[in-house]
Structures are given as structure tokens and as C-alpha cells.
């Protein structure tokens, strides 16, 4: 038995970052089925040199010969550019990854203490505005733009659902809603409706029992998120509102270099680092690795392999909580290949 990883490192950073991520794998040994790699092409620059940001063959080799993937990140340009379109919004759509799950914690100073910070971001993956159905109008008094937002009541059941399994598995079991039904009664409303009434579900009846909900619009759960972040265990959100929060919570631990999510479907699995390509940074040597290689981890344990993914998860924390090697976002000194050494050496 093996497991078929696809690799797509992407942009930027991804190209030095998701490396670490396959050594995290490599370094487990037997804990898991022997992994075997494979190198997929996506992102901007593919683009700018074969004209498409997502080959067939990368879409066709995961879906027919992949168990999972690791995506590192894209570059996508601020200014609409004829003919490209961001491959990781696609590739979310094709795979059915309905999911995205974003878990933001805190290393405590010692491994005795609670970490300060500790929710899981459930946003949904697919709908909301990055159906990106935008359209530009020109009327007599200049421009006019449009976009459509989709929420359908089957994304958000799947969305719902999945926070609850999530909020099960943990100890504090609370799921809050975001949302703005305050305004976008329609949009939003179907959203905090559908989510609400998942555990009533005659088919999950008494399942979500001991799962307690609480919901918050959006703009005070940003608020409260900087103020009192330990009231949150697990946030589910439509897209947008998921997206800039777990960018907003990534702040809270520190830097987004730390910060992992997997994408998840029903059939496919993939690890994905929150941060973008980091321009400002690239080909330097100091992207931190670790989002990455917690990526690789929360992966592993979306596929079952729980102790493979505690030695990652543990190694991780060790190296934070030590400081000794740490890159300069985390206000060290240290470099992307020598944080991944550390890490390697811990596993
Ligand atoms: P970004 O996440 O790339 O960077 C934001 C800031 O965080 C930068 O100062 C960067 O240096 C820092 N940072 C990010 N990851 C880091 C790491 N691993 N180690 C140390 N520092 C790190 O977001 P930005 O700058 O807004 O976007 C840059 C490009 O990335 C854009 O083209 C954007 O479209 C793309 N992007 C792609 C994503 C994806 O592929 N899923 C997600 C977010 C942005
Ligand atoms: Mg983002």
C-alpha cells in the first residue's frame, strides 16, 4: 500500500516552502503507507509560459491517480489579465472541496499551559462571491459594477456539517456562525438558517446533542476575535467572511507563516498553507516553512493517519516554543531550510 501525493508548489514562496512539507511526510517512516510524490504544474508563471494556469493533465493526474494533494500558493494578479483565472478557486470547484478548514493556535511558552488562541475557521469553499459572476456595465453615468454571491442551501448543509464533526472531535464542542443576515437577509439568511437546523436533521438526529451554537455577525466577531479570541472554538462562515478571518486570526499566533488548512471534500484532500505566494519575500531563504509543513500534518489527519500527523504537529510546536530556529516573522534569525532541518531532526 501506498499513498499518492500530488505536489503543486505554485508561486513564490510555494516553490521553496511545499519542499519542507514533503520532507515532514518522508521523515515519518512507517507511521504511514509508504508516500510517493508527484510534481504538478499550476499557478501564474505556468501561465505567462504556456497560456493556462491549470493544465488538464494536473486536474487529470490528481483526480485519477492522487489519494491527496499539497497546494503551496498563486499568484494572482490585483488586475483582471485576459485569459487567466486563480487555479486555486478552480481547483476547489472540480474536486468538489466544499470545505475549507483553517485551525489557528497558539504555542504556549510551556506545554503544560492552554494555548491562548485555539478555533478552527470552517469556511465554505466553493460559492458565496468567488463564483466570481462579475460583470462591468458602462451607463450614462460612468461605470457600473456588479457581482453575483451564490449561497445555495446543499453548500451550506455540507458546510454546516462539517463544523459540527469538527466541533465533536474537541473539547470545548461549540460552533459559532458568522455571518450579516443583519443586512444580506437572503444570502446570509439561508446560510445561518441552513447551518442552524443541521442537527435536527432527521438523519443526524441526537448526533450534535452535546455541540453548542452560538452565532455573531460578522463584523463584531472580528472584534471580539482581537479582544477575546478564546470565546471562539469553531467559526463557520461563507467564503469571504472565512477567508478574511482566518487571515485576521493568522495575526493573533503570531504570522501567517504559521498557519495550515486543508481543503476537504467527500473524495479528495488537500493541504494548503493560508498564506499567498509572499512576493516580498521570495528567493530569500526566510519563508517560514511551518504553515506548510502543518499543512502536511492536518492532511494526514483528515486521511486517518492520526499519529503520523501528532509527530508533525509536536515537532512543530517543540521548535516554536524553543525559539532557537525560527524565521524572521516569527522574529528569529533563522531560514526556511533551517526551521525545516529542526523540525526533521524533532520528528
Ligand atoms: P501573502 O500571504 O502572500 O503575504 C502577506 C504577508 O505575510 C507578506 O508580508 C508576506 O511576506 C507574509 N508572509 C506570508 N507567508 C509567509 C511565510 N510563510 N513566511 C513569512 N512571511 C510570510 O499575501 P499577499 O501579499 O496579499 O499576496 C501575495 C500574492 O499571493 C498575491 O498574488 C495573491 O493573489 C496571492 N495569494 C494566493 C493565495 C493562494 O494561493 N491560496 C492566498 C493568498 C494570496
Ligand atoms: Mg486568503
Redesign the pocket.
Known amino acids: 500500500q501506498s499513498l499518492k501525493v500530488g505536489l503543486i508548489p505554485?508561486?513564490?514562496?510555494?516553490v521553496e516552502?511545499i519542499p519542507a512539507a514533503k520532507e515532514a511526510i518522508l521523515a515519518l517512516g512507517s507511521d504511514i503507507p509508504k508516500p510517493e510524490f508527484v510534481d504538478l504544474a499550476a499557478?501564474?508563471e505556468h501561465f505567462t509560459r504556456h497560456g493556462t494556469a491549470l493544465p488538464d493533465e494536473t486536474v487529470q493526474i490528481m483526480k485519477e491517480e492522487c489519494d491527496c494533494a499539497l497546494?503551496?500558493?498563486?499568484?494572482?494578479?490585483?488586475r483582471k489579465v485576459v485569459g487567466y483565472s486563480?487555479?486555486?478557486v478552480a481547483l476547489r470547484k472540480v474536486l468538489d472541496l466544499y470545505a475549507n478548514v483553517r485551525p489557528v493556535i497558539s504555542v504556549a511558552a510551556d506545554s503544560s499551559q492552554k494555548p491562548a488562541v485555539d478555533l478552527v475557521v470552517v469556511r465554505e469553499n466553493t460559492e458565496c462571491l468567488y463564483v466570481k459572476q462579475e460583470e462591468l456595465k458602462f451607463t450614462e453615468n460612468g461605470k457600473e459594477a456588479r457581482a453575483t454571491r451564490l449561497i445555495t442551501e446543499r453548500a451550506s448543509r455540507h458546510i454546516g456539517q462539517m463544523a459540527f464533526e469538527i466541533a465533536k472531535g474537541r473539547p470545548r464542542k461549540h460552533v459559532t456562525i458568522i455571518h450579516k443576515s443583519n443586512v444580506l437577509s437572503v444570502t446570509d439568511g439561508l446560510f445561518r438558517e441552513t447551518v442552524r437546523e443541521v442537527p435536527t436533521l432527521p438523519e443526524l438526529a441526537g448526533k450534535y446533542d452535546d455541540v453548542t451554537i452560538a452565532e455573531q455577525i460578522v463584523d463584531s466577531a472580528v472584534y471580539r476575535l482581537f479582544r477575546e479570541p478564546q470565546i471562539y472554538d469553531v467559526m463557520v462562515a461563507p467564503n469571504l467572511y472565512g477567508d478574511i478571518l482566518s487571515?485576521a486570526a493568522a495575526a493573533l499566533v503570531g504570522?501567517?507563516?504559521?498557519v495550515p488548512s486543508v481543503n476537504a471534500g467527500d473524495k479528495f484532500i488537500m493541504g494548503?498553507?493560508?498564506?499567498?505566494?509572499?512576493?516580498?519575500?521570495v528567493g530569500q531563504n526566510?519563508?517560514?516553512?511551518?504553515?506548510?509543513i502543518r499543512s502536511a500534518a492536518l492532511m494526514l489527519r483528515f486521511l486517518g493517519y492520526t499519529k503520523g500527523a501528532e509527530r508533525i504537529d509536536r515537532a512543530v510546536e517543540e521548535v516554536v516554543r524553543e525559539g532557537r530556529e525560527l524565521?524572521?516573522?516569527?522574529g528569529g534569525k533563522g531560514t526556511?531550510t533551517g526551521v525545516t532541518e529542526a523540525v526533521l531532526k524533532k520528528i
Do not use: K, M, R, Y
Open positions: 505554485g508561486d513564490g514562496i510555494g516552502v499557478g501564474f497546494f503551496g500558493a498563486v499568484s494572482s494578479p490585483t486563480s487555479p486555486i487571515d504570522s501567517l507563516g504559521l494548503e498553507p493560508v498564506h499567498g505566494s509572499a512576493p516580498d519575500i526566510i519563508a517560514n516553512p511551518l504553515a506548510s524565521t524572521p516573522d516569527l526556511t
